[in-house]
């Protein structure tokens, strides 16, 4: 029977990361606040002026929402032998990452290993990195770098070729 293992595995937050987060926040409460003093001296209509403010606001929000998506995490599922990753943005959103046999991997290693010429997809977490390196249909030779638990590595393990 084939086993299927699913572990999710959060991003570390770099200072580059939280200072973008903290700059589309501050940056959309400030564009607001001008956008409104700037309207409120030039639009007489208090109608007029409501309608701004509710763009301003649904502005800010938007800006927020935007903010969120420098959480992310990455989704490791293992199905016989196949290893796909999505990639999570702020616990809603999904979008693939990648999809590979495992039976026809290049290479394993059991550290970060960062090749030439090779299109690079980290996908790691804080814990121990792991590289396997594939050939892509779409990007050609490449390096996968995770961060699997010991299960999930029991279960990649299991696939590879012998030969690696």
Do not use: H
């Not at 990455?74 to 990753?85: A, H, K, P, S």
């Not at 999570?88 to 550290?111: E, G, H, Q, T, W």
């Amino acid at each position: 029977m084939e086993g299927i293992r699913e572990q999710l595995v959060k991003k570390p937050k770099t200072p580059a990361d939280a200072l973008k987060k903290a700059l589309v926040r501050l940056g959309s409460i400030v564009v607001a606040a001008a956008a409104y003093v700037v309207l409120g001296n030039f639009v007489k209509s208090f109608l007029i002026l409501e309608v701004c403010l509710l763009l301003l606001i649904a502005f800010v929000w938007g800006c927020w929402v935007l903010a969120g998506y420098f959480n992310v995490e990455y989704e490791y599922t293992v199905v016989g032998d196949e290893l796909q990753i999505d990639k999570i943005y702020n616990k809603k959103s999904r979008k693939p990452l990648c999809s590979l046999s495992l039976r026809k991997a290049d290479s394993f290693y059991a550290s970060e290993k960062r090749l030439d010429g090779v299109t690079v997809i980290d996908a790691s977490g804080e814990s121990d990195k792991k590289t396997i390196v594939y050939e892509d249909q779409k990007y050609g030779k490449t390096a996968l770098i995770i961060s699997p638990d010991e299960k999930t590595l029991e279960m990649i393990s299991r696939y590879l070729p012998r030969a690696i």
